[in-house]
């Protein structure tokens, strides 16, 4: 087969040759690869809402975006055991610092998991087992409704993770922001059904 020119045009035509075999390879691998990464997603999802509301077989009734004051994303799950709420602080050491949590009737917190973050490992990445139960800065059991959640350095009652207030704090905010958004779609439902809000454990 002859050798083409090296001249412009030809390393033109063949560039783009290239580029058109690559888009469509990319395209493909990002079409079949769509649905399991989805399903994926859809299962890491259900079994954090499991494990933040402390079950085994909670199933997804409602979902529903709100925004917090600064404009990001907070998304509800009601499901048939409880509601879990997704919240998101973008002021962490490392950035964003994504949580679950979990609530019982009346805004105790039931469980958390971190579902994302950049921060430290072995610092700020604590986060997610310094503050479930029975740890130094435990937070399961309380509601944020009766006292915010603030590290004690601050003047609240919380025990910062070691060397990572920035990180503590950030989690702590976004675990207050997500009550809030819990407290307001309860209003909203006391409202609609007619019912007289309760404090339930």
């Known amino acids: 087969m002859k050798k083409l020119p090296s001249t412009l045009p030809n390393m033109l035509i063949v560039l783009t040759l290239i580029s058109v075999i690559a888009a469509g390879a990319l395209a493909y691998v990002n079409k079949i690869t769509t649905g399991p990464i989805a399903e994926n ?7 954090g809402i499991n494990s933040v509301l402390g ?6 009734q409602e979902t529903t975006t709100v925004q917090d004051a600064n404009g990001n994303d907070v998304i509800l799950y009601a499901t048939d055991k409880g509601m879990a709420v997704q919240a998101i602080d973008p002021n962490a050491f490392g950035g964003n610092l994504k949580v679950l949590v979990g609530f019982s009737d009346g805004g105790t917190i039931k469980g958390y998991t971190v579902l994302e973050h950049a921060e430290t490992p072995g610092l700020g990445a604590k986060a997610n087992f ?17 006292k915010e959640l603030i590290v004690s350095k601050d003047g609240g009652d919380v025990d910062a993770i070691t060397a990572s ?24 439902a006391d409202v609609e059904t007619g019912a007289t809000p309760q404090n339930k454990n």
């Not at 997603?41 to 079994?47: C, M, P, W």
Request: zero cysteines; proline letters at 2%.
């Open 41 to 47: 997603k859809a299962r890491v999802l259900a079994e």
């Open 165 to 188: 207030t920035i990180t503590s704090r950030a989690f702590l905010r976004a675990v207050n922001v997500a009550f809030h958004a819990y407290a307001g779609a309860s209003a909203t």
């Open 130 to 146: 310094w503050f479930q139960k029975g740890e130094k800065g435990d937070i399961i059991g309380k509601n944020p409704g009766e």
């Open 55 to 60: 079950v085994t077989d909670a199933q997804v």
